[in-house]
């Protein structure tokens, strides 16, 4: 059994700054990569970033990017998202996810479905 535990989570005023870490324990696997998710109060999870241990490369949403730089190791199975000039908007509950298989197309990394494991979570609050 695999498991993805995140940390890092907590309350942080606007502009200010978190670094959430997620590792993987339990049986031993390969993976093409990782990535984050976020859960807004009543609003579906959406695609974070993701990053695949290939090249890599990294992938963000547009609502993040120059904001949040996701990092990993890919002997570890470990994925790191700093975040810097935090939102109220930011608020969510952020999930790692870890990526079995490996995709011809960036764009499948943005889907919960191209996801194999995945963490349960920890909560971001951004005060204004």
């Known amino acids: 059994q695999v498991q993805l535990v995140e940390s890092g989570g907590g309350l942080v005023q606007a502009g200010g700054s978190l670094r959430l870490s997620c590792a993987a324990s339990?049986?031993?696997?390969?993976?093409?990569?990782m990535g984050w998710f976020r859960q807004a109060p009543g609003k579906v999870r959406e695609f974070v970033a993701a990053?695949?241990?290939?090249?890599?490369?990294?992938y963000y949403a547009d609502s993040v990017k120059g904001r949040f730089t996701i990092s990993g190791d890919n002997a570890k199975n470990t994925v790191y998202l700093q975040m810097n000039s935090l939102k109220p908007e930011d608020t969510a509950v952020y999930s790692c996810?870890?990526?079995?298989?490996?995709?011809?197309?960036?764009?499948?990394?943005?889907?919960?479905?191209?996801?194999?494991?995945w963490g349960q979570g920890t909560q971001v609050t951004v005060s204004s």
């Open positions: 996810a870890a990526r079995i298989t490996s995709y011809t197309g960036s764009y499948y990394y943005e889907f919960i479905s191209s996801y194999d494991y």
């Open positions: 990053i695949t241990w290939s090249d890599d490369n990294t």
């Open positions: 339990g049986r031993t696997f390969s993976s093409d990569g």
